[in-house]
């Protein structure tokens, strides 16, 4: 029977059928970051459990370091603790890979896995992060867990899960100039709303999907978890191996072309089937941006803020006006009016080296806007710091006037200094736009980093079509 990409993955790392459609899963890797793997790890302590796979782990600090000067130290106490508690359990975990805070090669653990070809097609990759979904770019079935289950992995290489539905996202056509892989997330999200892939596992292909980079791949499998898949998949093809020649953690020479027979199977089969399907044409997609605290909450930039009055549903209308009140905003103002605040250009969605050379074409020789408080720079991770500053990128940013950061999470989530303060506005290229995501009180709007960058430059939310 023909089979989709994740039905095959699925079956090929089922240890035990536990119910009709649960089964016991064995995990390849095991991504671990400070937030949380303290308490998994204490947790193992407590029950005296031995970790099973050393060699199955990745660790990396990145969601609370500090992106300054690391001489400085880690001023928040809950973030150092969490900073040394990881290096404390990962001290006599020799086996594992581990990139600590401050080293060469630390960073987003979704940025690095990827670009140490540590993410492999048809490896199952788990973190306890949400954002785990980016890896499936590379037919890997990748997923956020929670700590209990990383204790779990940690101690059985096993998890006990319940199989998602196939959801296949096809996109014909090509995106249109000044539209992106985040436009294409965000069009999905705008389509089917935040539930809207809920139980399912999407596998995007199409023309379109096709065209995309591993880069851009990444930023559409990122945001398919806001859209409430489990994770998002797009299938082997040339450009997956093309990106994973020679890199570091990719198999040898000899093994490759094993390596290659293996992956170029691994995409779904004519005529398998979905259990739901959605057919989008790339050149309908328009640059977006958010106006509220979800990103189902997006319109095209060109758009204005939209009337709560219109919409019929009591509920839906009560979480529009609450998210204009908390986002400053009236109904009708034209998005590209908004003034910002500070503009953050990172996190997991866009702080790959594709999005920072983007990002330089259009302020090279420009000045950010005189009123923006900051604009943060926040590479991935230290390889796409250096490859940034090889290419003499950094350089264009800061004459630009905006400040050129060490890897991290950042402002993407508020949880080391870079933060948003209550009322300020911001332009940013993250996946989340939550009440007090970027900082209490903060007002984050979701964008692409060209889209980020026109706006630092104007100081307004701005169409990057007008720049091109
Ligand atoms: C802190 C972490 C558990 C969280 C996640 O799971 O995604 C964070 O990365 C986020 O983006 O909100
Ligand atoms: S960059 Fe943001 S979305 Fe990605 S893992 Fe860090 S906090 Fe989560």
Redesign the pocket.
Known sequence: MPSTLYDKLWESHKIHDLDKDEALIYIDKHLI?E??SPQAFAGMRAKSRKVWSESSIVATAD?NTPTTDPEAGVSDDLARAQIDALDDNLKSLTGAEYYPYPSNEQGIVHVIGPELGITQPGLTIVC?????STHGAFSALAF?IGTSDVEHVLATQTLALKKSKNYRISVSGCLPAGVYAKDLALHVIKRIGTAGATGHVIEFTGEAVRALSMEARMTLCNMA?EAGARTGLVGVDETTLEYLKDRPKSPSQGLWPEAVHYWTSLNTDEGALFHKSLALDAGEVVPLVTWGTSPEMVVSVTDVVPNPGLIDDPIRRAGFERALTYMGLEPGQRMQDLRLDKVFIG??TNSRIEDLRIVADLVKGCRIAEHLKQALIVPGSGAVKRQAEKEGLDKIFIEAGFEWRRPG?SM??G?NEDRLLPGERCAST???NFEG?QGQGGRSHLMSPAMAAVSALNGLITDVREYL
């Open positions: 970051n937030v949380t969601h306890g992060d949400s954002h785990t956020g978890i996190s997991c999470c993407c989530l949880m993250s996946n989340r995501r």
